[in-house]
């Protein structure tokens, strides 16, 4: 009877092994503990913690490999440990890798970086407990900066920004990182006496060199290290209780525009203006966000694109302020169908026009465990070419079972009038139902329901997507429609385009090979796209079928494809790409891809893809190429080039061949101090632009900014030309 028991707990052991090493497993019934302890001295922030406390702090260190294959040997161990004190939590970490410094990969060193390229150390909160939230605080072996928010372990909100400090030191081990993270810009609830404080964490490991992702505890590799059902639990801490949480963030500005036609000056603005921004933490669920006299110098600029499509463009949001929380609020994870798209605020006309002064924008975000509220308000100015309008969003997420979700939103437009361009009043609304069920890790079920009511119009439209997919370590399928009828018109959002069914069916197989070293992972699938018209839904519009039977990631994460794309096409309404009219009539085709890029994280990497095949009536060759040289990360220099050859297409079967050149620099004395400039020419308008940025962070997250921007066009005569430059300090104070 032993000898059966004990053969029963080994292969019961034996299935879990082969479950964790291989394909996705539930969250452990009892999650493992982290305990922290109080410092006796004094902690400095240098990186290299030396401080005796740290040894006397428990170690975490049984990480699991998530990549290159799931479970196994870790290349790369990772040592943690936490400490705290009346006013921070404190960790340590001691990241090795047998090549030292060597060994290190980062590119460059801004802030809010993006995964993939460097090494990183990271750390996922969950001071509330709500297992569908997580603070995240991650860093470079140079000490960059990354902070954002993840809601259900899948929407990042990167342009969430609180107070925090990192510093690193690279050895002939590897490097270490020492965090201090105020607890006032952790939102936690008040401790109850005598019951121990609880929080979720997860921690992650990217060895670049090696493309090895670990983390603690298990998560499987096919979610991502924010899966806080997964979570640890961080005990030990004695907490303050929670501050007021005030953050002001003051700014002073001045800017200077000029706009001429040859010899004249058209326009001429020199000014100077005071603004502010401004976060309470009512408690640790509900923050109100206030923006005054509001100004977006900093932001990236959008970079020129030439369309060839029959769909809008989609630009994504790069302004701080509205950034912030954007996972919340309804279709905020596609670009499709968003009922609420920001970038129709502080914009004259359409998101892609000039911009408009914001006088005032409030923000209000409630989230529980069980439900989350949000509204924002914004007051956007009259300028000449347009009337003063007034935005309004309310959302209301209700979270039911363990990660499943149903909301409600209401957005509200109201343009006042403007009596010298004869504009009158009008309102536009819509309303919106969407939700999120997750039966079990593996599924997800999004659905979105939402209606436009336009006063200018008089229309009432309807519009809607449902998403099915099953994700796991071995493959991925899943399946989208979206409808959006000709009267939809959300004014303060995007669609991709109206009067159409969209069906999107498809997946791949995920493969990582035992006995082939140089590959990682190789994909083969397909996907159809298949659209029709939603007034009549037996015409037909357009279909293509994706397939990509080559989609491998090499060892080094160097990449290589080959697919192609079989197209079908009914024109039957005026379509101009690029002024090329096409004839209406049906046409079928056939587009092929070969892309390539090498290791990204090397001192120099590039790409190129080729893009070729028929196109509609003639043929379309395009090249994407591009170069980096990063030879440290306070130096990195960017080449990308695109040349379009159209070849007979059209009515007139007309050649047209495009060019657009685009060379960018980014010198960083570290990461608090940095300089970044791009051109870009455009032979298809014959545009080139320069932009130039220089930021300093004096304080943390107090800034300096000296912005120029220069774009001329000379397709016609005379050339227009705009100049700008904008100086702006901010101060960012937190009581």
Request: proline fraction near 5%.
């Amino acid at each position: 009877m032993k000898n059966l028991i004990a053969a029963a707990a080994l292969l019961l052991s034996l299935h879990l092994y082969a479950q964790e090493s291989e394909g996705n497993f539930p969250p452990p019934v009892e999650a493992p503990i982290i305990n922290a302890v109080k410092t006796s001295t004094k902690i400095t922030i240098d990186g290299r913690l030396e401080e005796a406390d740290w040894n006397q702090a428990p170690m975490v260190a049984d990480f699991f490999r998530r990549e290159p294959r799931q479970g196994g040997e870790i290349s790369f161990p990772t040592e943690v440990r936490f400490l705290y004190d009346d006013k921070h939590l404190y960790i340590g970490a001691s990241c090795q890798d047998s090549s030292g410094i060597q060994g290190v990969r980062v590119q460059d060193l801004r802030r809010d970086f993006s995964w993939g390229e460097n090494d990183i150390f990271g750390v996922a909160l969950d001071p509330q407990n709500l297992k569908q939230y997580a603070q995240v605080f991650q860093t470079t072996p140079y000490g960059n900066q990354r902070d954002m928010q993840n809601f259900n372990g899948n929407t990042h909100d990167p342009g969430w920004n609180t107070l925090w400090r990192v510093k690193t030191q690279r050895t002939a081990e590897g490097f270490t990182a020492e965090f201090a993270i105020p607890f006032t810009s952790l939102r936690y609830d008040r401790p109850k006496a005598g019951e121990p404080v609880e929080w979720g964490v997860t921690l992650v490991r990217y060895a670049r060199r090696a493309v090895e992702v670990s983390t603690f505890p298990a998560i499987p590799q096919s979610f991502t290290p924010y899966r806080m059902t997964y979570a640890a639990r961080l005990q030990g801490i004695e907490v303050p209780p929670p501050a007021a949480n005030v953050r002001i963030e003051p700014y002073t500005l001045y800017q200077f525009d000029e706009s001429k036609t040859g010899d004249i000056v058209l326009e001429n603005l020199n000014e100077a203006k005071l603004g502010l921004d401004a976060k309470w933490a009512i408690n640790p669920r509900t923050v109100v966000d206030l923006t005054i006299n509001t100004d977006f110098a900093q932001a990236d600029v959008d970079r020129a694109v030439n369309n060839l499509e029959r769909f809008n463009i989609f630009f994504p949001e790069r302004r701080q302020f509205f950034l912030e929380n954007s996972g919340i609020w309804a279709g905020g994870l596609q670009t499709s169908i968003r009922p609420f798209f920001s970038r129709t605020i502080g914009l004259q006309g359409s998101f892609n026009a000039v911009p408009a002064p914001i006088d005032l924008g409030t923000r209000f975000t409630q989230r529980t465990e069980k439900q989350a509220l949000a509204a924002l308000l914004v007051r956007q100015r009259e300028t000449e070419n347009s009337a003063r309008a007034n935005f309004g969003v309310l959302r209301y997420l209700k979270n039911y079972g363990r990660e499943n979700n149903i909301g409600i939103m209401l957005t509200h437009r109201l343009d006042e009038e403007h009596q010298d361009l004869g504009l009158l009043q009008k309102n536009n609304t819509t309303i919106t139902i969407d939700g999120q069920i997750r039966p079990t890790s593996e599924w997800d079920v999004q659905y979105l329901l939402t209606t436009s009511i336009d006063e200018e119009s008089g229309e009432v439209g309807y519009a809607g997507r449902f998403f099915t997919g099953n994700r796991s370590n071995d493959f991925y399928y899943g399946w989208v429609t979206e409808y959006t009828d000709a009267n939809y018109l959300p004014g303060m959002g995007f669609v991709r385009q109206t009067d159409v069914i969209r069906h999107n069916p498809g997946g791949y197989y995920i493969w990582r090979p035992k006995n082939i070293p140089w590959i990682r992972r190789y994909d083969p699938g397909f996907f159809v796209n298949f659209n029709h018209d939603a007034t009549n839904p037996s015409k037909f519009q357009q279909a293509s079928i994706y397939i990509f039977p080559i989609f491998t990631w090499f060892k080094d994460n160097s990449f290589l494809e080959f697919s192609a794309t079989p197209t079908w096409q009914n024109i039957n309404f005026d379509f101009a790409p690029l002024g090329l009219s096409i004839e209406k009539d049906r046409y079928f085709y056939t587009r092929y891809l070969i892309q390539y890029n090498t290791d990204l994280s090397k001192k120099w990497s590039g790409d190129i893809g080729y893009n070729f095949g028929r196109f509609y009536n003639g043929r379309r060759n395009t090249i994407n190429a591009a170069a980096r040289f990063a030879p440290i990360p306070h130096l990195a220099i960017s080449l990308d080039y695109e040349y379009n050859a159209l070849e007979g297409v059209g009515l007139e079967e007309k050649n047209l061949y495009t060019n657009l050149y685009t060379g960018s620099l980014r010198l960083a004395l570290n990461p608090r101090v940095q300089l970044s400039t791009f051109y870009q020419y455009n032979s298809f308008g014959r545009q080139g632009r320069w932009n130039v940025r220089f930021s300093w962070e004096y304080l943390p997250l107090s800034f300096v900014y000296l912005v120029f921007n220069d774009t001329e066009t000379d397709i016609f005569e005379p050339v227009n030309r705009d100049r700008q430059f904008i100086g702006k300090l901010t101060l960012t104070q937190q009581f």
